[in-house]
């Protein structure tokens, strides 16, 4: 579909202009300079020639056919644009210019008139208030937008809503001295769609490594099903911005985007297999390695040296990132003592000393694309003026070629006089990085996305025994009602009819009942006020803990009708549970998502160390296993320190329950099962509550 | 001391050769390529010119006097080489041939002797096993070093113990453009060591910032004062590698197993104000700034930016790294409506937009001058091909030369055409970055250091109240009895001497004292089994809970007889406390460095989640409060969620206690008071352990 739009034969940009320091000039000055392949047609009625190539008064004016149209005029004028584009029978515009939605109503209102005479000349409108869009093809060239770097063809391909980061992202891949594919940066995005630009990505076969930047989605489900399409087929390396309340805020105030996404992004990238980066560099660095090496088939590493500090800062930065140092088998270390120096090092990390030469560097890294328990190579390689340097680079590129596990480098030299062995390294695609960190850093992305990868998510679970018309018809109650926060017969009712454990529970409206109920579930029990008007009931005495007898249960009841007036008052009567361990399930709607729900242990666990994992649905068998062992605590539900371990299973398929509960029933705006008491055999809900 | 070290007049290589791939011969070529100012004399025997330069067959050949001596011939031949330098009156040597203490005895007994040789003949040795220094002065340009990095002359001077870690950070001081005044890498250090050069740094005027990379100190205590002194009068910035690395500590208290390795070196770089980082780039990307710019006076930043994304990016990395996003006042507010284009956002972030203009640079970077609540200025810069950037920058470059809050810049664009932008901002000395997250960090480093550099520490208060006398009878006891865990009635009685508060007790030898104890204590008593033999003594079944009566005690010392027989065993009678919140303070030996403290709340906050925090001895009021406030639980210590708080000035004291205790009692090896129970009003200390 968008074939067109990053292939275009000609390109018009109307809006063209002499003036140097006009995005009209600089676009046309772009489009030359980067040796566009097809003819270039200023636009305007007021020049003969724009940088020395002939201007046409209109569209209609150009000889030949046009594919591709760059407005750049004030945004008022953009829908005779437009019109003038359907005539000349255009099919892709790019809308440079500002002044739209961004702005407030009165552009609001210009985009949508452009949209409206757009869709009705069969035109796809990229933009508007955006840069545009590059193709380093060598038979196109096609450098339409009117940013500042010219790309080396490549197979990284770049599409983002911010033009500024977009534009790191482009300058960054170029500093890396690796080429770029396509470029896309579709600001206010009214027609054209960042889920559009992956699908077509998706199908291009140069791009091997897609790298993504979102402030927000206008569509959520629309991009999750394209973003799980493309992964599937290709890395896609995925960032956005705003992940602090603080920079949620800035993202509203300067792009008017969608606010509060922040942990829903990552959960869509996380479920369509988009791996998360939250450093721009670090991004861009991972690109360069996915272009070229194979992706690790696990998460031990060898590493080979020529020297100390460096292999110490990548052995600490590789286990922050959870990979493994992998000891070397015998065989291997036998191989390296005959073969390396006698003073080196045979253990993991290989340390075949700062005089090594070519030999050497080729016997340890046979020994390890050898080792059985070895994933990936990360090579410490500070060039000595004392060495080869060249035959060595020569011995990496041969190994790198074979592609048998991925190599990463922490090349440590002055490029400009090491000139040689850089490019003999770059030719044998090995990925390069100054720092040790950040050579770590890729690798352990690597691995993670072998294990997004690799991952057997599986499919959400439908519960049969669900009672369907039991809880619609408390919802439609509750709905007639006008209640937001349903009271907590209602509550267990629903907890009961989607299969989730509650404890055993009475409803009454006196002393007596209470008596008869406490007596009927069996001693302890606690009493709850039950009334829409006691909203926090244990800060008011709303809720006893632990009553033994029937005397117990009557003066409890007939403090609260004293304390909160008898009218409307009824008694909630529940099992008193003895102690085990808390845990939080909660489920809260995301527009145009579906629901987040979220798992915690009980406590200050929660709300101190806000140590909770959350997903969206649908969530299947093996996310909710993931939620619970994700949870930094996770050790607690397995038993830690004498304490016994609870039920994981039951845990697991209440998450599965309330994920069903919530998208079958999506009036619910917030759920929280807390606390849920669990035991070694058994789990039970002691309090929930539900808004609709 | 060091002078002729880094200022030599004159340099001989023993070992310089015409072999291209020699050490000797790049020594050397390096001297001669960065046009060393003196006469250069290779000594070599079978050559009568090295590289054009002529050479001495022994040093007592050369005509002149020689400040400096390379010596890069197999290390057997050192020894006999110092005597030579000595019988020249050579003052300072540096030795890099490997082959010394790095491969073992052998070479350890030969670097003894050239210590050994080199103090009879009055010469200082830098290295063995080392690069050498380099003095990027114009008048010397001494480049006495075999690695590849040509410096251009500036304030940061590096010392790094690792000749591969220096090298990066020299090529990324390079890379980023900025210049360097001294290096240093020693190697095996057996002589010139670390602190002496850190002192020398120090006193040196022209440097503004030191770079250190450590990887263990020979002398702690000497580093210490070093760094002390030095980090008084200048920044330092200081990493160490080895932070994961396993064991090496077999302690079995909690201290033991929670410090780990290379965290001590962490804590003395903090207690020295030493600015500590885990990151190589990030290290010289700070240097860079803390070269040109003053140290913000606290954590609230104004932004400006031309664009979105990355100024997201920007506030997202300031904010996680504990920055303010300070809100602007309604003056300056005013002023920015007045004067940036209408559709400019004036709050903080103050959006410029991308065409603004100089002018407009201009006003926003005033105003945040003017401001009262900013503290420093970031600048996201993204150079638009349609504005006037030379204009822009020489607006930012006039109003960091006036010094008034330090600004730091995410620049973007691509440097080899925007050259003329590029270098008025390096003039300007405003540091700029590739990355909205690298400059960020930057200016929450120098955010950091000004707390570091502000802060009282104070000077230790030393308890007078304490008991010196019986705590030395009670370890001379022990040490006579060759018991290495106290018995509890001992730590018990030791506590008392330093003023530790006790939960009341008493020993026992039978029922009938343990009941006559309790009932003089009061009940409920706890009853702990008080034998050597017992180690874990609550596995298996030596302290009983809350005992409420006589007849209690006598039932629980009775069964404890049986279980573990009558001999030798005595009863530990202890007031059971009510529940309360449950604290550890910890201390464990450090060689030559005294002892580290920790601190944490008890149970599984401590075991699962490691909120603990750590000082290295003697303790100040200042450092045990921040001991308190720096774990990630400390809500709790304040009240949290309706529990009450806790006494922390008697929390505070008791660190300071157990500090001078260590420190008056250097034997004890480690100590473990835990749990402290402490209340609202009063603490007590509950179980404790030590080891000698």
Redesign the interface.
């Known amino acids: 579909m968008l074939y067109k739009l990053f292939h275009p034969k000609s390109v018009a940009i109307i809006g063209a202009s002499q003036k140097a320091?006009?995005?009209g000039?600089?676009i046309t000055?772009n489009l030359l300079k980067y040796q566009f392949k097809g003819p270039i047609y200023p636009i305007n009625p007021k020049a003969d020639e724009i940088l020395g190539v002939k201007a046409f008064p209109s569209l209609m004016e150009v000889p030949g056919d046009i594919d591709l149209v760059h407005i750049s005029i004030p945004a008022k004028f953009t829908p005779d644009a437009i019109d003038e584009c359907g005539q000349k029978g255009v099919k892709f515009v790019i809308i440079n210019s500002a002044g739209f939605k961004e702005?407030g109503k009165e552009g609001e209102a210009i985009e949508q008139e452009v949209v409206a005479r757009a869709k009705k000349h069969g035109i796809r409108v990229f933009g508007p208030n955006c840069q545009g869009i590059i193709n380093s093809d060598p038979e196109y060239k096609a450098y339409c937008d009117?940013?500042?770097?010219?790309p080396e063809p490549g197979h990284v391909s770049i599409v983002?809503?911010?033009?500024?980061?977009?534009?790191?992202y482009m300058?960054?891949i170029?500093?890396l001295g690796i080429g770029m594919r396509f470029y896309a940066s579709n600001g206010n995005a009214c027609d054209i769609s960042i889920p559009e630009i992956l699908r077509y990505y998706g199908e291009d076969e140069k791009t091997r490594v897609i790298i993504l930047?979102a402030?927000g989605f206008a569509n959520p489900g629309e991009f999750m099903d394209a973003a799980k399409e493309v992964a599937a087929k290709k890395p896609i390396l995925g960032m956005r911005?705003?992940?602090?309340?603080?920079?949620a805020k800035?993202?509203v105030?300067?792009?008017g985007g969608l606010a509060g996404v922040g942990l829903s992004t990552e959960l869509i990238f996380k479920k369509t297999g988009i791996l998360t980066f939250r450093?721009?560099?670090e991004m861009c660095q991972a690109a360069m390695a996915f272009a070229t090496q194979p992706v690790p088939k696990g998460n031990r590493v060898g590493l080979i040296?020529?020297?100390?500090?460096?292999?110490?800062?990548a052995?600490?930065e590789l286990?922050?990132n959870g990979l493994k140092i992998a000891p070397l088998s015998d065989k291997g270390k036998g191989i390296l003592r005959e073969k390396l120096y006698p003073?080196a090092a045979i253990n993991n990390p290989v340390d075949v000393l700062a005089t090594a030469m070519a030999p050497h560097y080729r016997a340890a890294l046979d020994v390890l694309m050898d080792e059985e328990n070895i994933d990936s190579v990360y090579i410490?390689f500070?060039?000595?003026?004392?060495?080869?340097t060249e035959s060595v680079a020569k011995e990496m590129a041969e190994v790198s070629k074979q592609k048998r596990k991925p190599i990463v480098c922490n090349y440590?030299?002055?490029k400009p006089?090491?000139t040689g062995t850089t490019a003999i390294l770059k030719e044998g695609g090995i990925p390069c990085y100054?720092?040790?960190?950040?050579a770590a850093k890729v690798l352990a992305a690597m691995t993670d996305y072998n294990k997004i990868r690799s991952r057997k998510l599986g499919k959400p679970v439908k519960f049969k025994d669900v009672d369907a018309s039991k809880t619609a018809s408390i919802l439609q109650k509750a709905k007639e009602t006008g209640r937001e926060i349903l009271p907590a017969a209602d509550v267990y009712d629903l907890l009961n009819a989607y299969g989730i454990p509650v404890a055993g529970w009475k409803i009454a409206h006196n002393a007596d009942e209470a008596q008869k109920a406490a007596a009927e579930i069996g001693f302890p029990v606690v009493i709850k006020a039950d009334s829409e008007k006691i909203v926090h009931k244990s800060d008011v005495g709303g809720v006893v803990l632990n009553l033994i007898n029937g005397e117990a249960v009557k003066v409890t009841v007939e403090t609260m009708q004293k304390k909160f007036g008898e009218q409307g008052l009824r008694f909630f009567i529940q099992k008193y549970l003895p102690a085990g361990t808390e845990v939080i399930v909660g489920a809260i709607e995301e527009k145009g998502l579906g629901h987040m729900i979220m798992f915690g242990l009980g406590g200050?666990?929660v709300?101190?160390?806000k140590d909770v994992s959350f997903e969206i649905t649908p969530i299947t068998q093996f996310e909710a296993e993931e939620m619970l062992t994700s949870i930094?605590?996770s050790?607690?539900l397995s038993g830690?320190?004498g304490k016994a371990g609870v039920n994981r299973a039951k845990l697991i398929e209440i998450i599965q329950r309330v994920s069903q509960f919530v998208m079958e029933n999506p009036r619910i705006k917030e759920m929280d099962l807390n606390p849920i008491i669990a035991y070694e055999d058994k789990v039970y809900v002691v309090d929930a509550r539900i808004k609709i």
Do not use: M
């Open positions: 320091l006009s995005i000039n600089v000055k702005i009117f940013t500042f770097t010219y983002a809503q911010s033009g500024g980061v977009g534009a790191i300058q960054c170029h500093d930047y402030e911005a705003g992940r602090t309340e603080e920079g800035a993202a105030s300067h792009t450093d721009v560099e040296t020529d020297t100390g500090g460096p292999a110490i800062i052995t600490d286990v922050d003073e410490t500070v060039t000595p003026p004392f060495v080869d440590i030299t002055d006089q090491w100054d720092f040790p960190e950040k200050v666990l709300e101190l160390f930094k605590s050790a607690l830690f320190r």
